[in-house]
């Protein structure tokens, strides 16, 4: 065995000194350090897969609308040359609008899709009927689940429907519509169970006032996260329209604002963590450096029978790298043990009050996790990066040290 490492653990053998309860404290807070960041890196990562997961369910992957406000006519044979288009789930066109719902004095003014009664759970899928059936036959509407409780209607009741023709004409007026409620849906995302209805597209055109054509045409494919696919998707779907006024929307630029702001919170959340294992770091030098001071006379001794300053260096920087390499391993471990026993500890301090993921509020049944390899990667990384950084400048002390003095002291 080296030198250098022989004493290096030999000054890790536990003694009754401050030296030794400070390096077990900057071990732990090593550990806590890591431990956070890959539990928070995980958990933000949980959040955005179930977010996509959700927001790619119910949006089209694709969206094609017409250019300077018109429509688009000829909607059918556009769809069919789109649906044969390998990797197109769905091809669906639709006239989406916002409206005003009214029940018993109650008012909402949520999204309403104009939809091929026969297409609408091909291009949003929302799971089984939280009530009812998806039947958009006739003179029904289907609703969200937060939409049904904030006008405190159910299967069955008619809810009254005002076209938007009402506040963009000044000259005419629009009678309203009612509709027979005949299912309600619940997705699990609050803004779409609570801002969307559907419609049959004959329907939603009467109310509109329209003979034909749609506002836009929503595809929805297979493949919509595999980057290559999808890029050869859009590219057939690019000259499908050729030759048209329309311009093509793709998920990514739809949402491109709620991706980026998940994106920044969680590199947010992280940076925040990091600085609790900064803190450990800092520990790591002070127990250094306290040991500098304790060990004062066997440096001077080491230099007197001839040690180089890189060998008593080496001393003290192995000894800051394995006090970061017992907290990296001890903080893997208890990150993999949290997080395969996330969902229990919720549960247990539910029990006494504290309610850290309610149902209610997030509309999941429990918190979702996935560790990426990257994250766990640059997080030991950075540790030893400063591990490195912070067992440099006491081991330059302790090689620094006049041998004469040292032995003296």
Same mark, same amino acid.
């Given at each position: 065995?080296?030198?250098?490492?022989?004493?290096?653990?030999?000054?890790?053998?536990?003694?009754?000194?401050?030296?030794?309860?400070?390096?077990?404290?900057?071990?732990? =807070?090593?550990? /806590?350090?890591?431990?956070?960041?890959?539990?928070?890196?995980?958990?933000?990562?949980?959040?955005?897969?179930?977010?996509?997961?959700?927001?790619?369910? @119910? $949006?089209?992957?694709?969206?094609?609308?017409?250019?300077?406000?018109?429509?688009?006519?000829?909607?059918?044979?556009?769809?069919?040359?789109?649906?044969?288009?390998? %990797?197109?789930?769905?091809?669906?066109?639709?006239?989406?609008?916002?409206?005003?719902?009214?029940?018993?004095?109650?008012?909402?003014?949520?999204?309403?899709?104009?939809?091929?009664? +026969?297409?609408?759970?091909?291009?949003?899928?929302?799971?089984?009927?939280?009530? %009812?059936?998806?039947?958009?036959?006739? +003179?029904?509407?289907?609703? %969200?689940?937060?939409?049904?409780?904030?006008?405190?209607?159910?299967? =069955?009741?008619?809810?009254?429907?005002?076209?938007?023709?009402?506040?963009?004409?000044?000259?005419?007026?629009?009678?309203? &519509? $009612?509709?027979?409620?005949?299912?309600?849906?619940?997705?699990?995302?609050?803004?779409?169970?609570?801002?969307?209805?559907?419609?049959?597209?004959?329907?939603?055109?009467?109310?509109?006032?329209?003979?034909?054509?749609?506002?836009?045409?929503?595809?929805?494919?297979?493949?919509?996260?595999?980057?290559?696919?999808?890029?050869? /998707?859009?590219?057939?779907?690019?000259?499908?329209?050729? %030759?048209?006024?329309?311009?093509?929307?793709?998920?990514?630029?739809? +949402?491109?604002? #709620?991706?980026?702001?998940?994106?920044?919170?969680?590199?947010?959340?992280?940076?925040?963590? #990091?600085?609790?294992?900064?803190?450990?770091?800092?520990?790591?030098?002070?127990?250094?450096?306290?040991?500098?001071?304790?060990?004062?006379?066997?440096?001077?001794?080491?230099?007197?029978?001839?040690?180089?300053?890189?060998?008593?260096? =080496?001393?003290?920087?192995?000894? =800051?790298?394995?006090?970061? @390499?017992?907290?990296?391993?001890?903080?893997?471990?208890?990150?993999?043990?949290?997080?395969?026993?996330?969902?229990? /500890?919720?549960?247990?301090?539910?029990?006494?009050?504290?309610?850290?993921?309610?149902?209610?509020?997030?509309? #999941?049944?429990?918190?979702?996790?996935?560790?990426?390899?990257?994250?766990?990667?640059?997080?030991? &990384?950075?540790?030893?990066?400063?591990?490195?950084?912070?067992?440099? &400048?006491?081991?330059?002390?302790?090689?620094?040290?006049?041998?004469?003095?040292?032995?003296?002291?």
């Amino acid at each position: 065995m080296p030198f250098t490492l022989f004493l290096a653990t030999k000054y890790l053998r536990p003694k009754r000194s401050i030296a030794s309860v400070i390096t077990v404290f900057s071990v732990v =807070g090593v550990m /806590i350090g890591i431990a956070a960041v890959i539990c928070v890196r995980s958990v933000m990562t949980g959040f955005g897969d179930i977010w996509e997961k959700k927001i790619l369910d @119910f $949006k089209p992957h694709v969206t094609i609308v017409p250019r300077g406000g018109s429509m688009i006519h000829g909607e059918d044979m556009l769809a069919e040359r789109l649906r044969k288009i390998d %990797g197109v789930t769905s091809v669906t066109p639709e006239i989406d609008t916002r409206v005003m719902l009214s029940f018993r004095g109650r008012v909402l003014a949520p999204v309403l899709i104009g939809v091929d009664a +026969d297409e609408f759970t091909k291009a949003y899928q929302v799971g089984e009927p939280y009530f %009812g059936s998806f039947d958009l036959d006739g +003179d029904s509407i289907v609703i %969200g689940r937060h939409v049904a409780r904030q006008l405190g209607v159910t299967v =069955g009741d008619e809810v009254t429907v005002y076209s938007p023709r009402t506040l963009a004409s000044r000259d005419e007026v629009f009678l309203p &519509v $009612k509709w027979r409620v005949t299912g309600i849906f619940a997705c699990g995302q609050y803004d779409y169970d609570s801002g969307y209805v559907a419609a049959s597209l004959p329907n939603v055109r009467d109310l509109m006032g329209m003979e034909d054509g749609v506002l836009a045409v929503h595809v929805k494919t297979s493949c919509p996260t595999d980057a290559s696919r999808f890029a050869s /998707i859009l590219k057939s779907a690019r000259e499908a329209v050729r %030759g048209r006024s329309v311009s093509i929307i793709t998920w990514q630029e739809a +949402d491109q604002a #709620l991706f980026g702001a998940l994106a920044v919170e969680k590199n947010m959340t992280a940076v925040l963590m #990091l600085l609790i294992s900064l803190v450990a770091i800092f520990c790591v030098m002070i127990t250094l450096l306290v040991m500098t001071v304790q060990k004062t006379p066997e440096i001077g001794l080491m230099k007197a029978l001839g040690f180089s300053r890189a060998q008593i260096m =080496g001393v003290f920087m192995i000894h =800051g790298l394995i006090q970061c @390499f017992a907290g990296v391993v001890l903080g893997l471990v208890a990150s993999w043990l949290i997080l395969t026993n996330l969902q229990n /500890i919720v549960e247990f301090l539910a029990r006494f009050g504290v309610a850290v993921f309610p149902e209610s509020v997030y509309g #999941l049944p429990e918190i979702p996790h996935r560790i990426i390899f990257s994250d766990v990667a640059w997080s030991v &990384v950075f540790v030893f990066v400063f591990g490195v950084l912070a067992s440099f &400048v006491p081991a330059l002390v302790a090689a620094s040290k006049d041998p004469v003095k040292a032995l003296n002291e």
